[in-house]
């Protein structure tokens, strides 16, 4: 059983992409210990921020704003960040990681691990989160000083929540097919919606979401042409995939073109294909 009705099928590029990466994993990187410092940090910093708020009604409603703000955040980092080359320390260091390591190892007719080590390539580094806690702190105090305190704890807790959602989606994304990952809505969702993603041909402009893919429904960058709702709750169906994006999505998961069009900066693609991605 897999996510699309096809097999799961490992190219010879991608084969030799992972040998090697998984060759050059250093000894004494741990996957558990990656992971639980992570969520541990994550989940103290909820919970302090919960034992601060001090009879918050409607300072509650600040999740909304901060989580939506967060969701297309998501969608243009992972746009113009992740897949953009900009040679600048920093953000060249992130596109690497992304678009030539991450896009390398996982495709999407495999997009899956079997090992622990291999938690290397599907979480972040820990200082996307020590970024991130920095960040949503200055988020965090212009809300408690034009808000109120409680604003401010319920928009840094929104950002940290969001932070811990996206590893944890993008975990389900990648580990091996279950009946959680199958029947859990949204989870169902993202992980045919990210698994698509994948795809050589399309990776660079379709599908940029990774929690909920509210941002791709609006900005019209979702492989699915559905309503919002339908979007939204998706699952594993691909009835709804747009047809102008099909014979790419198929040409590209031939081990031959990866071969000879898949490039580690993204597809080489003709007039037509560029057409069907939205003219990009
Ligand atoms: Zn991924
Ligand atoms: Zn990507």
Request: net charge positive; with cysteine.
């Amino acid at each position: 059983m897999t996510t699309f009705s096809k097999p799961m099928v490992m190219t010879e590029r991608q084969r030799r992409f992972r040998e090697t990466y998984r060759a050059n994993i250093s000894p004494f990187y741990n996957g558990l210990l990656h992971v639980s410092v992570m969520y541990a940090v994550g989940v103290s910093l909820l919970v302090y921020c919960i034992n601060q708020l001090d009879q918050a009604t409607w300072a509650w409603m600040m999740v909304l704003p901060v989580a939506l703000a967060g969701n297309f955040g998501e969608w243009a980092m992972h746009k113009y960040v992740m897949h953009r080359h900009i040679d600048v320390f920093a953000l060249r260091a992130i596109y690497d990681r992304h678009t030539r390591q991450h896009h390398q190892y996982f495709t999407d007719t495999d997009y899956t691990i079997d090992s622990v080590k291999e938690f290397r390539i599907v979480f972040f580094p820990w200082r996307v989160l020590t970024v991130l806690g920095l960040g949503g702190g200055a988020v965090a105090l212009v809300c408690s000083y034009a808000f109120g305190a409680n604003a401010g704890y319920i928009a840094y807790m929104t950002v940290i929540g969001h932070y811990v959602l996206y590893e944890t989606f993008h975990f389900c994304c990648h580990i091996q097919e279950n009946a959680f990952v199958r029947n859990m809505p949204f989870i169902n969702t993202i992980r045919r919606h990210h698994a698509a993603h994948h795809n050589l041909g399309i990776m660079m402009h379709k599908n940029m979401n990774l929690t909920f893919p509210l941002a791709d429904w609006f900005m019209g960058t979702s492989d699915v042409k559905r309503s919002l709702l339908g979007t939204l709750f998706n699952g594993f169906d691909e009835k709804h995939v747009d047809p102008a994006l099909k014979p790419l999505i198929e040409k590209f998961r031939d081990s031959q073109v990866q071969q000879d069009s898949a490039t580690l900066d993204g597809p080489l693609l003709n007039a037509q294909e560029r057409a069907a991605l939205g003219g990009v």
